[in-house]
């Protein structure tokens, strides 16, 4: 099982980065280099997830109703708090469209907030590069999840593209499965904040 220690400093090249250089489920040979960061800034846990491709597939645009985000160029995290069996999935594209949803399982997920004030996913795309950035607030965090601090976590960040012209299947912490799911908390690494360090 892996392991990533959030940083303690604020979000920037200096922040070690989670490689997400799994790539399992589709024999297309397409693997692009993928990686996440993960900054805590006093009740704020920053994100950026940046992958080297270009031209990627962007369809679903911010605002768009129940986005099938991950059939375009995507990057996910996906997050559990204090061991509950729920977690969250947060699909972004390349677009800053993003899907970000609460329950136990594949079925029956509900739609949820856990950004921070005045804070939703965004996006960039560059020459050669694309990656998207959101801040999370572990209070609201807290509350999703029914506890009354955020003291640990475990996740899994994924880069995809079900429907892209090389469909590809990439993860952070391996999915010791034979069919394609991300929706598997069981294999979910550790994410360790600062103060557990």
């Not at 070690?16 to 397409?30: F, K, V």
């Not at 009740?43 to 950026?48: A, I, N, Y």
């Not at 559990?80 to 999935?89: F, L, R």
């Amino acid at each position: 099982m892996k392991t990533y220690t959030v940083s303690h400093i604020p979000m920037c090249d200096a922040v070690p980065e989670a490689l997400i250089d799994t790539y399992l489920w589709e024999n297309t040979g397409y693997t692009p280099r993928a990686s996440a960061r993960l900054s805590l800034v006093g009740d704020t846990l920053f994100l950026r997830m940046r992958v080297e491709e270009s031209d990627p597939l962007i369809r679903y645009q911010p605002g768009d109703p129940n986005p099938r985000v991950w059939c375009d160029s995507c990057m996910e995290f996906f997050f559990s708090a204090n061991d509950k069996p729920a977690y969250v999935n947060l699909e972004m594209n390349a677009g800053g469209c993003y899907l970000c949803n609460v329950g136990e399982g594949r079925r029956g997920r509900v739609v949820c907030d856990v950004f921070a004030e005045n804070g939703q996913p965004s996006a960039t795309v560059s020459d050669g590069f694309w990656q998207v950035e959101a801040a999370l607030s572990l209070r609201k965090i807290a509350v999703l999840f029914g506890v009354e601090a955020v003291t640990s976590l475990r996740g899994n960040f994924y880069k995809c593209g079900d429907e892209t012209a090389l469909p590809h299947y990439g993860m952070w912490s391996e999915i010791a499965l034979t069919e394609a799911d991300y929706h598997r908390p069981e294999f979910f690494g550790s994410i360790l904040l600062p103060a557990q360090a």
